[in-house]
Structures are given as C-alpha cells and as structure tokens.
C-alpha cells in the first residue's frame, strides 16, 4: 500500500513509532527513522532491514527546529522527497496521581508545549517539502483525554485537544496544496510500557489487579477487548495510503467504540 513512498518517523524507538514505522516498511515504505536516543531506534531499523525493508536511523531531538530541518534535508538529498511524516514522539506520563488543583503551573504545562511544539515543527517543516510535489500526509497521534474527562493526566488533555485543533486547522491551509493531514487518537494499549505503568496505578488506586483494571475497561468496548499495537498501525499504513485520499483535517477515532464521536 506504501510501495515507494518515503516516510520520516518521529519517536520511531517507541512503542507506537516503532510499530508504525515497521508496518510502512512491510507496506514498501522506505522508512528514515529518528528518536532522541539513537539506540533504540536502530534496534528498529535493523529489524526493518532483516525483513528485506528500507530503513536508515538517526538521533534527532523533535523539539530542535535546527536539527529537524537538517534531517529533512538530507532525506531530501537521499531519496529525493518526503512524503509521510508520522510523529509519535511522548514523554513520560505523570508518576503520581496528582489532582489539577494541586498540580504545578510548569508541570500543566510542559506536555501542552512540547507536544505542540514538535507537532508544529515537525508539519510545518515537512509541508515546506511536500508543496513542491503537491502530495504529500502528515500525521498525528493523540489520545482519548483530548474528548473526555479523565482526571490525573494534569495538562496531557489540553494538549491531546491542541494537537487536534492543530491537525485541523493545518489541512485546512495544506489540503489545497495536495498536503493531508490526519490523526490517530488510540486508546490504551496495554502492550506498551507506558500505558503498562499507567494502567498499574489506575489499578492499584482502585483495588484491582492490573488484569482486573484491563477488563474493566474492556467492557466499556464495543468488541469487549482493548486495542492493540497491530489495531494502531494498519490504520497508519491506511491512512497514509493513498487509498485515504478522501480524509483530511480529522483524527481516527481507534476507541472501538468506547468513546462516541
Ligand atoms: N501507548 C499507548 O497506548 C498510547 C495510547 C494513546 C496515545 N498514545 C500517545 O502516543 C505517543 C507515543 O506513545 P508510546 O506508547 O509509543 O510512547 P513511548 O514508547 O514512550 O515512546 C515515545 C518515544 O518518543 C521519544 N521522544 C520523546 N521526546 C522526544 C523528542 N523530543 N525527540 C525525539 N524523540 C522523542 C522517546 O524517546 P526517549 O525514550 O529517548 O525519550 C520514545 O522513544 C504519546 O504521545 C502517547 O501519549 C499512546
């Protein structure tokens, strides 16, 4: 579905990135890998390469303006254009449940500036790229506190929703430029580390064992089970897909029906 295609991941040593950036490369991606830590994203490069894919790793902060454009650029030199960029950077959900009247102002704020800050940077300076093909997807992903209450993520809601307000509002400037522009909003999946440790808390603050929290919450699913890493990724390799030619501007509700549009 990606035959071709030339995509920059974001974050790619995580969970999500790393699932994400292996799926484009079985689609036929030639996939440019970057994180902040160099390691962790070439354990996934070499995987992709083992399985016959193309991937090149490289250490990059998401938040460097400097460094994202010089990546960009040697993409550019390499494989001559940019066509999905895929950010899944996340930094580290809050340890203790702290309640918003007792949370800190810099800690509110540190996920609603760094998550719209790389989100920013990382669009605009791809879309500078794509214009000149007049082709091109962007991507988001956010998570389910940016559309309902959910206590203790301090200031992770409000940037969840800022990311989502940013994904609309650049493909209504980008879609006219061929340019789209589309979010994946998830919901925990309990085969990522962090969403592990977050569960464990939740569960642990209700009296439950982490099995016991999980199909809690699995009931609340239309399907009676929580998403997968698999779940996520297909949708990325479709709606990066030219196959999604006619969604821009909107994030994927991944909530299986869990959360009402
Ligand atoms: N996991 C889920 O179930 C789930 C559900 C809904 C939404 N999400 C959202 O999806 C995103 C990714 O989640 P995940 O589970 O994949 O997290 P993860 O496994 O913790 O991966 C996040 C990756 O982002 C990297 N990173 C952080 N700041 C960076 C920066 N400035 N520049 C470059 N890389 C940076 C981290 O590198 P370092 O380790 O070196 O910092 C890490 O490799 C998060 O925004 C999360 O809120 C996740």
Same mark, same amino acid.
């Given at each position: 579905?990606?035959?071709?295609?030339?995509?920059?991941?974001?974050?790619?040593?995580?969970?999500?990135?790393?699932?994400?950036?292996?799926?484009?490369?079985?689609?036929?991606?030639?996939?440019?890998?970057?994180?902040?830590?160099?390691?962790?994203?070439?354990?996934?490069?070499?995987?992709?390469?083992?399985?016959?894919?193309? @991937?090149?790793?490289?250490?990059?902060?998401?938040?460097?303006?400097?460094?994202?454009?010089?990546?960009?650029?040697?993409?550019?030199?390499?494989?001559?254009?940019?066509?999905?960029?895929?950010?899944?950077?996340?930094?580290?959900?809050?340890?203790?449940?702290?309640?918003?009247?007792?949370?800190? @102002?810099?800690?509110?704020?540190?996920?609603?500036?760094?998550?719209?800050?790389?989100?920013?940077?990382?669009?605009?300076?791809?879309?500078?790229?794509?214009?000149?093909?007049?082709?091109?997807?962007?991507?988001?992903?956010? @998570?389910?506190?940016?559309?309902?209450?959910?206590?203790?993520?301090?200031?992770?809601?409000?940037?969840?929703?800022?990311?989502?307000?940013?994904?609309?509002?650049?493909?209504?400037?980008?879609?006219?430029?061929?340019?789209?522009?589309?979010?994946?909003?998830?919901?925990?999946?309990?085969?990522?580390?962090?969403?592990?440790?977050?569960?464990?808390?939740?569960?642990? @603050?209700?009296?439950?064992?982490?099995?016991?929290?999980?199909?809690?919450?699995?009931?609340?699913?239309?399907?009676?089970?929580?998403?997968?890493?698999?779940?996520?990724?297909?949708?990325?390799?479709?709606?990066?897909?030219?196959?999604?030619?006619?969604?821009?501007?909107?994030?994927?509700?991944?909530?299986?029906?869990?959360?009402?549009?």
């Amino acid at each position: 579905m990606l035959k071709d295609k030339v995509a920059v991941v974001y974050g790619a040593g995580g969970a999500i990135g790393g699932a994400v950036a292996r799926a484009f490369a079985t689609e036929g991606a030639r996939v440019f890998l970057t994180g902040r830590s160099l390691a962790p994203v070439e354990l996934v490069a070499k995987d992709i390469v083992a399985a016959g894919g193309s @991937a090149e790793a490289a250490a990059l902060d998401a938040l460097d303006e400097r460094a994202i454009d010089r990546h960009l650029e040697s993409v550019i030199d390499r494989a001559g254009r940019v066509d999905i960029s895929f950010n899944a950077i996340g930094i580290p959900n809050p340890k203790s449940r702290v309640p918003l009247v007792e949370l800190e @102002a810099e800690q509110f704020s540190l996920p609603i500036t760094t998550y719209t800050r790389s989100y920013f940077l990382t669009a605009r300076l791809a879309a500078r790229r794509m214009v000149a093909n007049r082709s091109g997807v962007i991507m988001t992903v956010t @998570a389910t506190p940016s559309r309902t209450g959910t206590p203790f993520v301090g200031g992770g809601g409000p940037a969840m929703a800022a990311v989502e307000a940013l994904t609309r509002n650049l493909s209504a400037e980008l879609a006219p430029q061929g340019i789209r522009v589309v979010g994946l909003r998830p919901q925990g999946i309990p085969e990522t580390g962090r969403i592990k440790e977050s569960f464990g808390l939740y569960a642990e @603050a209700a009296g439950l064992t982490s099995e016991q929290f999980e199909e809690r919450l699995a009931t609340r699913t239309h399907p009676r089970r929580l998403s997968t890493l698999a779940d996520l990724a297909n949708m990325a390799v479709v709606m990066a897909s030219d196959k999604a030619s006619g969604m821009t501007g909107t994030t994927v509700n991944l909530s299986m029906g869990s959360l009402d549009d």
